[in-house]
């Protein structure tokens, strides 16, 4: 079963429980700058345009953003990797995502 967050009006699909919990400990601007980079694809750019801020503040809330999914994943007994977990995890019915970490 899937859960789902919104960004952009739009359900975004979580296939991953654990996953989920940690976007769901995240304010809803670092969610939705991460939710928009990795599932809907856009760009640092887009994203600051959307949301008002400057293009290399996003980049910074994502690794920032990044590292805090990955310490709660870790202190959660998560054994894969980041990566591997947004790949096979977001979107019941998406393709693998490619991170650029």
Same mark, same amino acid.
């Given at each position: 079963m899937c859960e789902q967050l919104k960004v952009l009006e739009l359900n975004v699909q979580i296939r991953n429980?654990?996953?989920f919990q940690a976007?769901?400990?995240? /304010?809803?601007v670092k969610r939705d700058i991460m939710l928009m980079s990795f599932r809907l694809g856009m760009?640092?750019?887009e994203i600051a345009d959307k949301?008002? =801020?400057k293009h290399r /503040?996003? /980049?910074r809330v994502k690794l920032s953003t990044h590292e805090k999914i990955r310490i =709660?994943?870790?202190e959660?007994?998560?054994k894969p990797s980041f990566f591997v977990v947004l790949?096979?995890?977001v979107g019941c019915h998406s393709p693998p995502l490619v991170l650029h970490f």
């Open positions: 429980r654990l996953l976007l769901k400990t995240l /304010n809803e760009k640092d750019a949301l008002g =801020f /503040n996003i /980049n =709660f994943l870790a959660n007994e998560h790949r096979y995890s």
